[in-house]
Structures are given as structure tokens and as C-alpha cells.
């Protein structure tokens, strides 16, 4: 079953401007993971963020994780056409085998 | 890292057929997980596949629709049995855990059923 729910559903945004995509879940992590996907194609993991971390950096990334609120933000910088792709939020489930609760994905399209 | 290969990439099929669509992963692994994603939607885990023991099905999916083999650490089949057209998404396996903290994907196969 699902972890959480992200919004917005779908944004689309001029390039050069930032996208905010936001991702809530429901139950106690052990990390948050952002992926990728473009057309349908396989997940790309763009970063992991511990359940002890508030926030991190990855080139134009900056992802922040609030435990106490159960949420977390995906920030693109300076956007480019090519951002344009669904991002998913993931948990792991923190119980067993590793495996990862996807959100409802937003689907971001930047216009050039 | 890890690099996952899946075949085939894409299929088309008629109702009432299976198809087994194979993961291999360049290294020795424990756990392999297959998800299923449809049209529009977002990932949903069906099954973990851990070698040499049953795979372990999550609420939803039975082993009689998805059998699943897991012959080795890096490799494993999912047979998607006795289709219909709502079987029609895109099929990933992943691998994650252990050494990694990261989950990564394979590419998918992506499915139609007609």
C-alpha cells in the first residue's frame, strides 16, 4: 500500500523558476528517498535523507524532512525543460526488509 | 550502486497468456522486490524475493497471479499468469537494503495486455 500522499498533483512552471513538491507519509522512517522518472521509464534516485537529518543539498536539489509533521520538500533550483518528469517521494517501511512506500508522485513540467 | 537489467523491455500480449519478465542485478543481493505500476499511477510493491526461501506477497497479490522465482542473489523472475488488460502497467524489480541504503530500479517492463 502507499506511504503518503504528495502534492501538488501536477505543476507546471516557466524555466529558471524554482518547483516546491511536497510529500507527506504516515508512519516512523528510518529515511526519505526522491526518484525520477521520465515517460514511464525506470526510477533515477536523486537523494536520501536520514530520519535524523533536516535537510540536505544536491546540486540544484535541496530537500528538507520534518519527522514531526511527517513531511518532507523537494526544491529545484534554477529549473530546465529537461526537470520536466513525475518525482516520487519514498519511505521505508521501517519494519522489515527495506522495501520503499511510494507516494502519488507530482508530475512537473517546465516549459522552455 | 547497482545496475538492474530487465527483460523484456516491453510486450504486448493477449488476454489469457503469462508472461515472465526476468531481473539481473550485478551483484549478489539478499532481497529483490518487484513493483507494479499503473498506467498514471504511482509504484506499488507486489512481492520481496529473497533467495531460497518463498517470496513474501503484499496484501492485494497472491502467488498464483505473480509466481516468483528467485534462483540465485542476482537473479529473479516475476510471471505475470493468466492476463487481462488491468495487468497492463509497467513491472520494475529493485534492489535495496543491506550495504545499500538507496533502493535502486531496474528500467521496467512495460506490459499491454489485449
Known amino acids: 500500500s502507499q506511504q503518503g500522499e504528495e502534492d501538488p498533483q501536477a505543476l507546471s512552471i516557466q524555466e529558471g523558476e524554482n518547483a516546491t513538491m511536497n510529500c507527506s507519509y504516515k508512519t516512523s522512517i528510518n529515511n526519505l528517498q526522491w526518484y525520477r522518472q521520465n515517460s514511464g521509464r525506470g526510477l533515477v534516485h536523486l537523494i536520501l535523507i536520514r530520519s535524523n537529518e533536516r535537510e540536505k543539498h544536491s546540486g540544484r536539489l535541496r530537500v528538507t524532512l520534518d519527522t514531526s509533521k511527517k513531511s518532507s520538500s523537494l526544491l529545484i533550483t534554477a529549473s530546465r525543460a529537461a526537470d520536466t518528469a513525475s518525482y516520487f517521494c519514498a519511505t521505508d517501511a521501517g519494519v522489515r526488509n527495506n522495501d520503499m512506500r511510494f507516494g502519488a508522485g507530482t508530475r512537473l513540467t517546465v516549459k522552455p | 550502486s547497482a545496475v538492474i537489467s530487465q527483460k523484456p523491455s516491453r510486450d504486448i500480449c493477449q488476454r489469457g497468456t503469462s508472461l515472465t519478465i526476468q531481473c539481473q542485478v550485478d551483484s549478489q543481493v539478499t532481497m529483490m522486490f518487484w513493483y507494479r505500476q499503473q498506467p498514471g499511477q504511482s509504484l506499488t510493491l507486489i512481492a520481496t524475493a529473497n533467495q531460497g526461501s518463498e517470496a513474501t506477497y503484499e496484501s492485494g497479490f497472491v502467488i498464483d497471479k505473480f509466481p516468483i522465482s528467485r534462483p540465485n542473489l542476482t537473479f529473479s523472475t516475476l510471471t505475470v499468469s493468466n492476463m487481462s488488460p488491468e495487468d497492463s502497467s509497467i513491472y520494475l524489480c529493485?534492489?535495496?537494503?543491506?550495504?545499500?541504503?538507496?533502493?535502486?530500479f531496474g528500467p521496467g517492463t512495460r506490459l499491454l495486455v489485449l
Open positions: 529493485s534492489v535495496g537494503g543491506g550495504k545499500w541504503e538507496t533502493q535502486y
